[in-house]
């Protein structure tokens, strides 16, 4: 048995199996999509991923007067709105990011790290949303979020 044999016979046989492969994806996507229910079911999960995105997570800011609380939630904020972003989720990210901002001690310093390490776009929205959270705020909250953003303009 020569060596052309052999890659002759693997050839054949990645052909089989490839074409094998083929028709056993095409009759499954066929058998689904002639199920009756499968239209219904799409439109439901379409429904609810959009519920789910336009609700949002919601977190809720620890106590501030417990500062291993904060710290901690501040640092899982940082990380969780890191990682959103660079899975490219960027609207969950920067609202993990802003309420990062938000519990920050120093939150003018911070922010000029994140206006050198995000992109404009990103940073932009970052400040978009603080500025929605200055407007929700309360009066003692308002004036702090308004002393940010008038120290990075």
């Not at 379409?46 to 977190?59: F, L």
């Not at 939630?73 to 709105?81: H, P």
């Not at 932009?124 to 979020?145: D, F, V």
Request: glycine fraction near 8%; aromatic fraction near 6%.
């Amino acid at each position: 048995v020569t060596s052309m044999e052999i890659s002759k016979t693997i050839g054949i046989a990645a052909g089989v199996a490839g074409t094998l492969f083929l028709g056993y994806c095409i009759y499954f996507d066929h058998k689904r999509r002639k199920d009756p229910d499968f239209k219904k079911k799409l439109r439901e999960r379409r429904k609810a991923k959009k519920a789910a995105a336009s609700a949002g997570p919601r977190t809720t800011i620890p106590n501030l007067t417990d500062h291993e609380e904060v710290q901690r939630f501040f640092l899982q904020e940082i990380q969780t709105g890191e990682a959103l972003i660079s899975a490219g989720d960027i609207e969950n990210g920067v609202e993990h990011l802003a309420n990062a901002i938000i519990v920050c001690g120093q939150p003018t310093q911070l922010l000029q790290v994140l206006q050198q390490t995000l992109p404009a776009q990103v940073f932009a929205l970052l400040i978009t949303r603080m500025r929605q959270y200055g407007n929700q705020a309360g009066e003692s909250e308002r004036s702090k979020i308004q002393d940010m953003n008038d120290d990075l303009e």
